[in-house]
């Protein structure tokens, strides 16, 4: 069945560095942009990276702009999510989320995975 | 960037009653609006895309309606299992942002 599991998630200090990993089955991972979403406790959601299918057009909210990178490995089916200098405000669960169509960002989130929780804290 | 501003931020309904939760767009989107419910705990899954259509395995109970910058989501007959949080989401441009979100609880 189509899945993604977040991994990465943890405890780290204010300024540091932490990767995300997403790994996708049971669809062709290669034809679908790929999103990440995050969600801070008690609060709503809010869109954080998008990529293209193959990895050559990236966007960012204005909040990870220049500290978060997405990227994707094709060849293993995983998406990554990239995050320097982290704040305690990136506190949140994060969530990997497949785009709707093929080989175009319809930008609608249509497979969620269950969320990595990142806590950033001294 | 595009604002999304949903109303209510919550509600109180019953068993059966019909909900419509609404969202406004800072500046005209066309359809491109999306809607998702969020359980606790749970990850959103996607009930309406492009304003009105009805993803795939969701309920004809659920339908959404509007464009330009005026949107609706209505539930008809509300099930025990539709006590969640709503968001809508614009899939105009990035940054993709969402609405507040709507609790819709039991009354």
């Known amino acids: 069945q189509v899945q993604l599991v977040e991994s990465g998630g943890g405890v780290v200090q204010p300024g540091r560095s932490l990767t995300l990993s997403c790994a996708a089955s049971?669809?062709?991972?290669?034809?679908?942009?790929m999103h990440w979403v995050r969600q801070a406790p008690g609060k709503g959601l809010e869109w954080v990276a998008l990529?293209?299918?193959?990895?050559?057009?990236?966007y960012y909210a204005d909040s990870g702009k220049g500290r978060f990178t997405i990227s994707r490995d094709n060849s293993k089916n995983t998406l990554y999510l990239q995050m320097n200098s982290l704040r305690a405000d990136d506190t949140a669960v994060y969530y990997c989320?497949?785009?709707?169509?093929?080989?175009?960002?319809?930008?609608?989130?249509?497979?969620w995975g269950k969320g990595t929780t990142v806590t950033v804290s001294a | 960037d595009i604002q999304m501003t949903q109303s209510p931020s919550s509600l109180s309904a019953s068993v059966g009653d019909r909900v419509t939760i609404t969202c406004r767009a800072s500046?005209?989107?066309?359809?491109?609006l999306n809607w998702y419910q969020q359980k606790p705990g749970k990850a959103p899954k996607v009930l309406i895309y492009?304003?009105?259509s009805l993803q795939s395995g969701v309920p004809s109970r659920f339908s959404g309606g509007g464009s330009g910058t005026d949107f609706t989501l209505t539930i008809n007959s509300l099930q025990p299992e539709d006590f969640a949080t709503y968001y809508c989401?614009?899939?105009?441009?990035?940054?993709?942002?969402f609405g507040g979100g709507t609790e819709v609880e039991i009354k």
């Open positions: 492009a304003a009105s």
């Open positions: 500046q005209s989107i066309s359809t491109y």
């Open positions: 990529i293209s299918y193959d990895g050559s057009n990236q």
């Open positions: 989401q614009q899939s105009y441009s990035t940054p993709l942002t």
């Open positions: 989320a497949r785009d709707f169509a093929v080989l175009v960002a319809a930008k609608i989130l249509d497979v």
């Open positions: 049971g669809f062709t991972f290669s034809s679908y942009a």
